[in-house]
């Protein structure tokens, strides 16, 4: 069974007490929009009009141990929750409720599907919330890992938001884990190596730049997520600037690409589309310098004892 982010998995067409009879049988994960979190602290649906009611210790796993806070089962309110039929009740009106785990699904995906990676696999997942320091993605169920700030590129951001946006999709590469055995992620390795991505640009062009850092000695302006160029000093730029950029240079032997600065744009949010060089399978190691470069930047991922 494939495990997906919530929100990615399709809804099945039409809900029907036979149908539900069969998901139950066959422990089906399914989805659909929550519509309240009522008084009695769980969170109810309608399954083509069929009511379903998902209590409170089923909202997330985690709950009856107290590890799930009630503003994220609130914040599920209007949004597409994961879950699998889990019985059913009998109403004083004649009427048959449906109940719903969103924590069995959780359970299952662990076990059958996150347990079982080890560093270096890639996964994909969907930027849920964003943080200073890094961006949550659900890698499955509604389970949660982190990407840190400093694993989203090479290129040094100020903010995960320069890079992802909430809804966004992602294949990442498992980093490891924490110490309460959360999954730590990364992007940087996955959108290629100083190499390929100079292999883009050459010598003569004019493309587009985000300016990334300042300094006395130049402008560091970023071509492509894992790819940056130095322009003379300007005070007219800023940090998250957009410009375009010539390319006066570009030299592999010390992975720099020299730069002037054409225009700069103000007020103009641009964001480099995600490139993947690398999409399926499993990295052991991954070197971002170019052979014989002074300073070697690389990845190992150490398998999980």
Same mark, same amino acid.
């Given at each position: 069974m494939e495990f997906y982010a919530e929100g990615l998995r399709k809804y099945p067409q039409v809900y029907t007490m036979e149908k539900l009879q069969q998901y139950l049988q066959e422990g089906t994960i399914l989805e659909s929009r929550a519509l309240t979190f009522g008084s009695d602290r769980a @969170? $109810?649906?309608?399954?083509? !009009?069929?009511?379903?009611?998902?209590?409170? &210790? &089923?909202?997330?796993?985690? #709950?009856? &141990? !107290?590890?799930?806070? /009630?503003?994220? %089962?609130?914040?599920? #309110?209007g949004r597409s929750v994961c879950f699998v039929v889990a019985g059913f009740r009998q109403q004083t009106d004649g009427t048959t409720l449906a109940i719903l785990s969103r924590a069995a699904a959780q359970r299952r995906c662990q076990e059958e599907y996150l347990s079982h990676l080890n560093p270096g696999d890639l996964l994909s997942c969907r930027v849920? $919330?964003?943080?200073?320091? !890094?961006?949550?993605? /659900?890698?499955?169920? !509604?389970?949660?890992? %982190? %990407?840190?700030? /400093?694993? @989203? =590129?090479? =290129?040094?951001?100020? =903010?995960?938001?320069d890079r992802v946006q909430i809804g966004q999709e992602l294949r990442c590469v498992l980093k490891g884990r924490d110490a309460q055995g959360r999954l730590i992620l990364s992007l940087k390795e996955l959108l290629g190596t100083w190499e390929e991505n100079a292999a883009r640009f050459a010598p003569g062009e004019a493309v587009m730049g985000i300016v990334r850092s300042c300094e006395e000695y130049g402008v560091f302006i970023e071509l492509a997520p894992n790819l940056v160029g130095l322009a003379e000093p300007n005070d007219a730029l800023h940090r998250g600037q957009a410009v375009s950029v010539y390319i006066k240079n570009i030299l592999p032997q010390r992975m720099k690409i020299k730069l002037v600065v054409l225009s700069c744009f103000e007020n103009d949010a641009f964001r480099f589309p995600l490139t993947y060089? #690398? =999409?399926?399978? $499993?990295? /052991?190691?991954?070197?971002?310098s170019c052979p014989n470069a002074p300073h070697k930047i690389e990845t190992i991922f150490t398998p999980s004892v």
């Amino acid at each position: 069974m494939e495990f997906y982010a919530e929100g990615l998995r399709k809804y099945p067409q039409v809900y029907t007490m036979e149908k539900l009879q069969q998901y139950l049988q066959e422990g089906t994960i399914l989805e659909s929009r929550a519509l309240t979190f009522g008084s009695d602290r769980a @969170l $109810h649906f309608s399954l083509n !009009g069929i009511p379903a009611v998902m209590p409170y &210790e &089923e909202c997330a796993d985690g #709950v009856r &141990e !107290g590890k799930v806070r /009630d503003i994220a %089962l609130l914040t599920r #309110v209007g949004r597409s929750v994961c879950f699998v039929v889990a019985g059913f009740r009998q109403q004083t009106d004649g009427t048959t409720l449906a109940i719903l785990s969103r924590a069995a699904a959780q359970r299952r995906c662990q076990e059958e599907y996150l347990s079982h990676l080890n560093p270096g696999d890639l996964l994909s997942c969907r930027v849920t $919330h964003i943080e200073p320091f !890094g961006a949550f993605c /659900d890698v499955g169920c !509604g389970i949660c890992a %982190l %990407l840190p700030i /400093d694993c @989203l =590129s090479v =290129s040094r951001i100020s =903010s995960p938001s320069d890079r992802v946006q909430i809804g966004q999709e992602l294949r990442c590469v498992l980093k490891g884990r924490d110490a309460q055995g959360r999954l730590i992620l990364s992007l940087k390795e996955l959108l290629g190596t100083w190499e390929e991505n100079a292999a883009r640009f050459a010598p003569g062009e004019a493309v587009m730049g985000i300016v990334r850092s300042c300094e006395e000695y130049g402008v560091f302006i970023e071509l492509a997520p894992n790819l940056v160029g130095l322009a003379e000093p300007n005070d007219a730029l800023h940090r998250g600037q957009a410009v375009s950029v010539y390319i006066k240079n570009i030299l592999p032997q010390r992975m720099k690409i020299k730069l002037v600065v054409l225009s700069c744009f103000e007020n103009d949010a641009f964001r480099f589309p995600l490139t993947y060089f #690398v =999409s399926e399978g $499993h990295l /052991d190691r991954w070197e971002y310098s170019c052979p014989n470069a002074p300073h070697k930047i690389e990845t190992i991922f150490t398998p999980s004892v």
